[in-house]
């Protein structure tokens, strides 16, 4: 048991530090400082997108689904919505 629930907190906690990071650079790209930002290297894509989708869609950005170097991680592209 002690070993599932250590599981599902090392879990949670990639899961923060993953959205963590690309609310920030939604946050960057929104606020004008960069046209666009790649996130690179992460491994738990899906659910993180999932979360930050809806601040992505009221901030104005979109976010990119990109193939990582290999099978295990991904990359993520944020940018404007309309670029010029």
Known sequence: MKEAGASARELQQAIDREVELVTSAINLVASGRAPSTIVAGLRLTDSVIE???????????????????DETTNDVRV?????S
């Open 51 to 69: 979360i930050v989708r809806p601040l992505a869609v009221a901030r104005g950005v979109v976010i990119d689904q990109l193939w990582g170097p």
């Open 79 to 83: 940018r404007r919505e309309r670029e």
